[in-house]
């Protein structure tokens, strides 16, 4: 992370590689599972007390998924993905907040199908007493409905695409009391 202090805003740079091998036996025959990734991310932030926090990343990925006893059929593809949130303090107390989290995996030689997502939570919040000790908040989550799970492996001789149910949109309404210095000894 690197401040630029001209304008007062952070720039982060990240890279990142994962790769695994595993072996098994198919027919007397010895097949390589390898399963890799590979991306990097940039990102901006930049905080200012009581008045507004923002944080922005985005970037590209590599999947590679592949077995040495077929390699025609791999799950070899591009992706995105991206993070972005930001919090404003507003008079009387109130803050307003958003959150997005962007993802795409493009198609490959054994799934046709690309998968893309975004997934945008809000709150408005509003603080009372001295400390701000108590929060009213209402929420929503997942606003654009589309939170679903997905899962691309390999293992074995098998590459596998998965999708399944998560909650999805829903709305809720808390209230907070931050009462950690009850019962503190005044000075």
Do not use: C
Request: charged content about 20%; overall charge positive; proline content about 1%.
């Amino acid at each position: 992370s690197r401040k630029i202090k001209a304008i007062e805003t952070n720039v982060d740079i990240n890279v990142n590689a994962n790769n695994s091998v595993s072996y098994n036996y198919v027919n007397d025959v010895l097949n390589e599972t390898q399963s890799s990734s590979y991306g990097f991310m940039m990102g901006l932030s930049k905080y200012k007390e009581k008045k507004f926090s923002f944080n922005v990343r985005f970037g590209p990925n590599y999947q590679k998924q592949q077995s040495s006893l077929n390699k025609e059929i791999n799950s070899n593809g591009l992706g995105t993905s991206g993070y972005g949130s930001i919090r404003v303090f507003l008079p009387a107390k109130f803050q307003i907040s958003a959150d997005a989290n962007y993802t795409y995996n493009a198609g490959t030689a054994t799934f046709d199908e690309s998968f893309e997502q975004t997934i945008i939570n809000t709150s408005i919040i509003k603080t009372f007493l001295k400390g701000d000790n108590l929060k009213f908040t209402l929420s929503g989550n997942d606003i654009l409905n589309q939170n679903r799970g997905f899962r691309r492996f390999a293992g074995g001789n098998t590459i596998t695409q998965t999708t399944f149910n998560n909650i999805r949109r829903y709305f809720m309404f808390a209230v907070s009391w931050d009462f950690n210095k009850m019962g503190a000894s005044k000075k």
